[in-house]
Structures are given as C-alpha cells and as structure tokens.
C-alpha cells in the first residue's frame, strides 16, 4: 500500500511539474497575444512573445535599416518586444525627447556604467543625479570653451591633411572611413585626454583602440536587454577567471591607461595648464565642495571617447557618402567654399564660425546627419505618463524607443521625399526649418538628454569637410558598393575606399 502511494505521489510530480509549466506558458502566451495593454498594437508575431526578434535583429548588426522597413511595414507605433513599441510619431518625439519631457531613460542604459568608474552622465537614471552629473560637465562642453579648443582640433585636422595629400599625390586609394575614424579619435584624445592617440600620426587603430570599442559595444548595447546585462562579464569573478585563462580584459587595460593619463596630467598640470576638456574635469568638485574622485574624472574621460570619437567620425562619412553620390550637390557646395575662400582671400584654414556663413553647406550637413544618423537603435524611455498614438491607448510605463534613423524618415513631418537627400529642405522659410529643427532626433531632440557634445561635433565635422573639400576631390572606387554598415547603438561605417586628388592650398605645392 505504501510503495503504491510512494509510486503515485513521484509519478504525480514527474506530471505536475511539467503541466504546471505547461499551463503557465500558455498563460503567459494567451495573455501576451490578447490580454497585454500592447496586444492590440501591430509588429512581428515572435516580438508579441518575447524579446527573441528585437535581440535576434539587433545582433544582426543592420537594426538602421530593419527599423525603418518595420515602420513602412506596421506603421508608426510597433510592437518589438512584449512590453516595447517603436515610435515614428511627431507627438511622442516631442513628449519623449524635447524640452520639458517628463520621460526617463529605461533600465537598459545601466549597461553603460563602466563597472571601476565614477556614476555616468550617460546612464544616470535618476533625473536629479544626472541634472547635478550634467551640470558638473557644462562648462568644459559649452560652446564658449569649444572655440577655445578650436586650435587643437585644427592640429588633428592639419596632420590629416597632409598625410591624405601625401597619398593623394602617390596615388594610392584610401578608406575614408578608417581615417575618419583616426581624426574624430585623435581629436576626443587631444581634448579629454590632453594629447592625441597617435592615430593620425602612425595611421594606424593605436592599441586596437577603435576595434575593441566596437566589439565592446556591441556586447553591451546587445547585453543590456538580458537579465543581468553585461554583469554576466564583468562581475569579479569572470574577470578573476579571464584572468586566470589569460583573456585579455580590454576595458580593465583602458580604464588603467586611462587613469596614467590623467595622473600623468596632474602632474604636469601644476606647471603649464593647457585649456581643454580634461582640465575642466580635473578641476570638477565632490558633492561636499571637496575635488571630485578619480574615478568621475575617469568616467568623463571614458564618456568623451566613448560618446564622441565614433558618433562625429560617422558624420564626417555621411556626407562624404551623400555628397559623392549626389555630383550636383557636390559640386556645389565645393564652389560655395572655394567662392568662400577667394572672396574673403582665406590663407587660413576655415574656421567653424565662418562655415557657418556657407548656407548650401550647413543644408548639406543637417541633411546628411538626418538621413545617416550616427545612432541607430532606440533611444528607450519609460512613457511618462498614458499616450495616445495612432488612436491607441500607451500606458504610463510602457518601454518606448524611437530610432533616429526612423524618426529622422518620418514623412509626416519631412513629406513624401524623406528617404531623398535633399539639402534644400534646410534652405525653406523660418517657421519651416524650425519646425524640422524640433523633429530632428540625430542629437537626441531638445529636452535634458540632448547630447551634451554636439558642439564638438559640430565644429569638427564643420572644419573637416569644409578643408577636405576644399583640398581634394573625391570619388567611390566602387559606387556600387560604397561602404558597409555595421549598427551596434552606432550605425558604423566601414570600407569607405576612396580615390582622392590634392587640388591645392596646403602649402609646400
Ligand atoms: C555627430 C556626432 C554626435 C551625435 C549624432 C550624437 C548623438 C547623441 C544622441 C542621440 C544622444 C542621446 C542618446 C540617448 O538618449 O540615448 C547623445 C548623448 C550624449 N552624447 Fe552625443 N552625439 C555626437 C557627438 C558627441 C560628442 C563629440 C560627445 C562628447 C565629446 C558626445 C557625448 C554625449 C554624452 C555624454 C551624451 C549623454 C548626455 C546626457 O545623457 O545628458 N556626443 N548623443
């Protein structure tokens, strides 16, 4: 009689398990397809289960394109995960991202925190640690203090040129897009580092800088979706075994090499003070008036290389690429400049403030940066409170993400030729260009999240293009195949092979 009771009870729970499992899966799955506040907005059928389709797609590595085909296909508010939608609406842009938003970046941005440094203006959640985070850094980002650094760009920017002259001259092709990548990293080392990284200089990815950067970014921004995010690699016990296996840990070797700079800094700094970004971080406070702990002035420098080296060089190759497939455009912004030089009989470089008086030249910019934005994934937030889009109802709460790649295209707001490059758009009435101003996401709208280093950017891609159009002419060795994009939060250029031809004008001709 026991051993029957013993045999049904073990025999019982072999079968209750599993149709417990069983029972709660199909719950989970009813509800999620018919229940869930989102099951009656559109997207792929996998995304309404799980966040499989949005991580399968993102580790694909062509999110800038997949998003923007989602929307032509579900429209402007699609489901890509259980409790995600991405939005292409102009409403929601302004509520998310401009001024006065109540939205707050979602819990997928704690992946960004680099585990040894300070709290991250990037990645603080909480609205009053990044207001005070942000607040910390202004001075150092300002425009006021850019145009001071303007010259140690202009000497990124002069060795650049020389050395594509020299290989203009011997007739070499050259990949516009490794040496896009050398200038934007040499100019964040020269500002938030205090010297360039010698990318220029030896043409080369110093310490693999650029390529471990990449594949680090890629796991973190692909990671931050799974539970425990990049804490599976870098909690202390992987990095113990990774060490014991001889893994090289890259971010541990950058983050010391890092802190070398900014001791070596320190040092120097009590004799001759050069004005850049890394001394406005080394002057930073503690919250107590006390100066600010080594490791905040690690996470500025970390933010400088990491948010801005990769973002302003693919800028840079964004309006190369439209320009050179767009001869008309072209031609006429080379005449603008050229025009620009010989009226105002210009021996110096082009400064930014005087690209700002190219009007076809600044269209141009705007126009390529809206079509190829440098970030292609979502920019996630929670909703702030319950949305109408599409006449559906959001909850308060719902993770919602807009890409600026999408967001950028939405013809709603850029009309029927959004996919077009079309500089002229920039050149239209006032009211018109406002309005394309307030729906731009490429530096992230308006509101308290808006990059905080667009003024680099702005300026350094300004004087690159101006001078290297100036300088050279240009052509795709291969218009079919003009680059290759590889998106991970970034949407990364790669392959850009060029022919160029030194025109003149840098000296030594
Ligand atoms: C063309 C170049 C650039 C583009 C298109 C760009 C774009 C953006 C975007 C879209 C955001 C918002 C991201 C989000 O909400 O998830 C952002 C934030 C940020 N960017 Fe940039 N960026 C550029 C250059 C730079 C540069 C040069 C730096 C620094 C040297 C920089 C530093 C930052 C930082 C620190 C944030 C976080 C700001 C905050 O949360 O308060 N960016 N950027």
Redesign the pocket.
Known sequence: MSSLLENITSDSIYLTLPATLLVAAVGIIFYRLSLHPLAHFPGPFEAKLSGSWRNRHYWQGQWHEDVVQLHKKYGPAVRIAPNELSLVDADALRLLYNHGTKAVKTDWYWVWQAPNAGPA??SALDKNI?AYL?KRVSAAYSMSSMLKYEDYMQECLDLMLQKLKKHAKAGNEVDMAKWAGYLAFDT?GSLGYGAPLGMLETESDVMALQENIHQGFTLMSNMGHYWGQARWLTNPYTMKMMEILGVPNFFDMFDKWTMKKLEARKQSENKEERLDMLSHFLKMKAPDGGPADDKDVLMEAL??IG??AD??SI?MRACLYYLCKTPDAYRRIQQEIDEYYRSKGLRQPITYQQTLELPFFCAVTREA?RLF???GYQ?LRYAPADMIVEGKRIPIGTVLGMS?TAANRDPQVWGEDADEFNPSRWLSDEDKVRHLNTHDL???GTGP??????N??LIE?HKFLAQFLHHFDAEFVDPEKPWRVQCMFFSNQHDMHMRIKYRNGLGDD
């Open positions: 203006l990037f990044h942000r964040v933010n400088v948010a801005g973002t302003t800028a940066t934005p440098s970030i920019l600026p490429t530096f992230g999240r808006t990059c905080i280093g667009r680099i950017a891609l």
